[in-house]
């Protein structure tokens, strides 16, 4: 069974820059898609980014777009998560995230079956 483990949250001032990495284990071939998630008390959870290792595509949502890149190194099984500029409303809880379906690539929280345990990042002003 996959295994998530995300690192490198923390506090940053708006401006700044953090980066994620999702280090997984525990299965013998590539999952179809690997994502980012982000999740504020009282909201539902928001995809911000997939990518398909495979071919290397890659989707961003409109609140992140052009400020975060994702990214994989699939010889270590590591997934990234480049953030610049952050923002205030980035503050989140954040997860990666992967599947083995094609529908994944539409970065919809139901669709993925497998979880980090979520780590913390915080913007302040």
């Known amino acids: 069974q996959e295994h998530l483990v995300e690192s490198g949250g923390g506090s940053v001032q708006a401006g700044g820059s953090l980066r994620l990495s999702c280090a997984a284990s525990?299965?013998?071939?590539?999952?179809?898609?690997m994502a980012w998630f982000r999740q504020v008390p009282g909201k539902s959870r928001e995809g911000i980014a997939v990518?398909?290792?495979?071919?290397?595509?890659?989707k961003y949502a409109d609140s992140v777009k052009g400020r975060f890149t994702i990214s994989r190194d699939n010889a270590i099984n590591m997934l990234y998560l480049q953030m610049d500029n952050l923002k205030p409303e980035d503050t989140a809880l954040y997860y990666c995230a992967a599947d083995r379906r094609p529908a994944c690539y539409n970065l919809r929280s139901s669709t993925f079956t497998t979880w980090g345990q979520g780590i913390q990042v915080t913007v302040s002003t």
């Open positions: 990518i398909v290792p495979r071919d290397g595509n890659t």
């Open positions: 525990g299965s013998t071939s590539s999952p179809v898609c």
